[in-house]
């Protein structure tokens, strides 16, 4: 393969960090709420029953702000811009994303190909080329601009303009529990891009793994007692054989 080749990204999604004890603390928000006590005595050792009754109370009767005291930290490797463009139009976030001006989109850099072209060996050939077309611009447009003796930073944030949709990203993010089931709801409906519904489920299978109860009945409304989509429902729940069948754990990172 020659350099300008076009490289499939894969998505990694890794869980870096989260509040500690996320459910505890939410119900510990929550507490104080109903409850006659100080903030001294909200240290207090509450049980795992007491937690449990609490955290679904706050769920159940819709008092979801108690849920903005858990945050979870992602960082997501391998998705296109055009996936990290619908991404960060979720404003209730904090977003580090890798910058096209100080970094150089070199040969790491890979390209996202959706299932459906790869699963074509006609459309794959002319996505390949219009990759590759665009990588050998890049370097052409860099080596150009280098020579000339700009520097790296204007350099390379000319140069990005002849990258695609597809060019591959990388993205820190931070969403509360509360964040976390909107976004959810709204990006795991099958009505939802394949690419950005692919992280959310991922998303959502890594924080179910540290905090359960926090996610409990969190997914699209076919899952979650109805779907909003009214005239536009596919009307196909998600089952939980469907969900397995996904096999998350192939998009998720290592901690390292
Ligand atoms: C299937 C699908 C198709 C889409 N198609 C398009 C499209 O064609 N074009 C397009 O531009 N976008 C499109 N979007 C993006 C969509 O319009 C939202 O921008 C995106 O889903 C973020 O949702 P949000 O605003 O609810 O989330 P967030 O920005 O995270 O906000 C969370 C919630 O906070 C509240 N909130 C946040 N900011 C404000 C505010 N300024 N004022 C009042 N309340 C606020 C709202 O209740 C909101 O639901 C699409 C999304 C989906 C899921």
């Known amino acids: 393969m020659s350099g300008a080749s076009a490289v499939p990204a894969e998505l990694k999604v890794t869980l870096l960090q ?5 459910e505890r603390a939410v119900a510990s928000a929550g ?9 001294a005595e909200l240290k207090e ?5 007491d937690v449990r009754r609490l955290v679904r109370g706050l769920v159940r009767s819709g008092h979801m702000s108690a849920l903005e005291h858990a945050g979870f930290t992602f960082a997501i490797d391998g998705i296109s811009r055009a996936c990290s463009h619908q991404l960060v139009r979720h404003r209730v976030a904090s977003y580090s994303q890798q910058s096209q001006r100080y970094v150089r989109f070199g040969s790491e850099g890979g390209f996202v190909v959706p299932p459906h072209i790869a699963a074509s060996p006609e459309e794959y050939a002319v996505f390949q080329e219009a990759m590759e077309n665009a990588r050998r611009s890049y370097e052409r447009l860099v080596e150009l601009g280098l020579a000339e003796g700009r520097g790296n930073e ?3 944030e000319d140069a990005r303009f002849v990258l695609p949709n597809a060019a591959e990203t990388k993205v820190v993010v931070t969403m509360n529990a509360r964040e976390l089931r909107h976004f959810f709801a709204l ?7 394949w690419e950005i519904s692919r992280l959310a489920w991922t998303m959502r ?6 905090a359960p109860l926090l996610f409990e009945g969190s ?9 909003p989509e009214g005239k536009m429902s596919c009307g196909r729940s998600y089952t939980d054989e469907e969900i397995d069948a996904m096999e998350l754990d192939r998009f998720v990172g290592d901690v390292g």
Not at 18 to 22: A, Q
Not at 31 to 39: D, G, K
Not at 205 to 210: E, Y
Request: proline letters at 9%; aromatic letters at 4%.
């Open 18 to 22: 989260h509040t500690p004890l996320p």
């Open 31 to 39: 507490r104080l709420c109903y409850a006659p006590v100080s903030a």
């Open 45 to 49: 050792v509450m049980s795992e029953d």
């Open 154 to 156: 204007s350099v390379f």
């Open 187 to 193: 990006r795991c409906c099958r009505r939802a891009q």
């Open 205 to 210: 299978h890594l924080v179910c793994s540290v």
């Open 219 to 227: 997914g699209p409304g076919c899952m979650i007692g109805g779907c």
